[in-house]
């Protein structure tokens, strides 16, 4: 008991902790409502329609070119108001499923609803779909939104992004339609734009002289450390080209929680010290930026490349 009560410590501290290199999505809904249902069928549509039954679905989904995770607690956990709570402050959009099966499970569905609607933080999108709505048993949008107190949900001072659905899970009927609108709200979020944190810019020329060095966090902060790096990527430069033959460069190593990420041109090679996992396309993009600034304007040019490793932080559009 010692042991569980640790292993879920743990657990919950690095969910607390984790980065969302892509958007963590929660699927709330009543017990029976369709939210397994839904998972599996994001995960494949062709698949089987018999689905075990687990406590905990974690499960990273693609959608066209994106990515999200949907997180799906089973009954037994999701009767706990307080581990609702605490996946709502780590998530980034919520799906709500309804049980819109007869206009009595509406009606009760929809009250669950309102209960929780105020937990659910408004700064993130919120889709709702009424689910098992089969041919035979069609409701128009207009009635199935009459249950549904719109006020609460979204208000003039605390406007959400929201969207409502009626659909069929089991055979996708509407499914596509909902989240094309809702993983749309999801990318648009900042954070999920690709993001580069450059720690540091070194530019040696191909023979190891160090002639350029920007630091941008404290590690490797000595200055002779700089010289030592520059020093050994000169090197492995050098073999690389002597086993591979003329042009073949190093372009990017990976140490620890660290890549150092490479870019050579006109004798000079620009290397930027980026977090491991960091967008390694777009990183290299921003070492051929700096190499062009460096190239033309040398040293006047620090205050540009310092200006563009910050903007690199936050936005894509200076980059592409
Ligand atoms: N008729 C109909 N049945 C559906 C539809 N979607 C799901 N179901 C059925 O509803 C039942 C419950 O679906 P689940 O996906 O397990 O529901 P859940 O929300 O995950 O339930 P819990 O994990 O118990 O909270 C299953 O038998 C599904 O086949 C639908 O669109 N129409
Ligand atoms: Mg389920």
């Known amino acids: 008991m010692?042991?569980?009560?640790?292993?879920?410590?743990?657990?919950?501290?690095?969910?607390?902790?984790?980065?969302?290199?892509?958007?963590?999505?929660?699927?709330?809904?009543?017990?029976?409502?369709?939210?397994?249902?839904?998972?599996?069928?994001?995960?494949?549509?062709?698949?089987?329609?018999?689905?075990?039954?687990?406590?905990?679905?974690?499960?990273?989904i693609s959608y066209g070119t994106e990515w999200f995770k949907l997180i799906d607690l089973g009954k037994e956990i999701l009767n706990d108001e307080r581990i609702i709570e605490y996946f709502l402050n780590i998530a980034d959009g919520v799906v709500y499923v309804i049980n819109g099966e007869t206009d009595e499970s509406l009606r009760n569905s929809t009250e669950n609803f309102h209960k929780i609607i105020d937990k659910i933080p408004s700064n993130i999108p919120l889709l709702t779909l009424i689910n098992k709505r089969n041919p035979e048993r069609k409701i128009n949008l207009n009635k199935a939104l009459s249950f549904f107190d719109l006020g609460k949900i979204s208000s003039p001072n605390d406007p959400r992004s929201f969207h409502f659905e009626i659909c069929t899970i089991l055979t996708g009927d509407g499914v596509y339609r909902a989240f094309d609108w809702f993983v749309s709200k999801l990318m648009?979020?900042?954070?999920?734009?690709?993001?580069?944190?450059?720690?540091?810019?070194?530019?040696?020329?191909?023979?190891?002289?160090?002639d350029f060095d920007a630091q941008f966090s404290n590690i490797i902060n000595k200055s002779e450390d700089a010289v030592l790096i520059t020093g050994l990527l000169s090197a492995l430069n050098s073999m690389t080209r002597t086993l591979f033959k003329e042009s073949s460069f190093l372009d990017v190593v990976t140490v620890g929680d660290y890549s150092m990420v490479l870019v050579t041109r006109k004798e000079k090679i620009c290397c930027l010290f980026v977090e491991r996992g960091d967008a390694l396309g777009k990183a290299k993009q921003i070492a051929e930026m700096i190499l062009d600034i460096f190239l033309t304007e040398g040293e006047n040019g620090r205050i540009a490349i310092e200006n563009l490793i910050e903007e690199s932080k936050k936005d894509e559009e200076v980059i592409s």
């Open 2 to 60: 010692k042991n569980l009560k640790k292993s879920v410590e743990a657990f919950t501290a690095f969910l607390q902790n984790a980065k969302h290199s892509i958007p963590w999505v929660l699927l709330l809904g009543e017990k029976g409502s369709g939210k397994t249902t839904l998972l599996y069928y994001l995960l494949s549509s062709n698949r089987d329609k018999v689905f075990p039954e687990t406590a905990f679905n974690w499960i990273d």
């Open 188 to 210: 648009d979020y900042e954070a999920y734009h690709e993001s580069v944190t450059v720690h540091r810019v070194l530019i040696y020329d191909v023979n190891g002289l160090l």
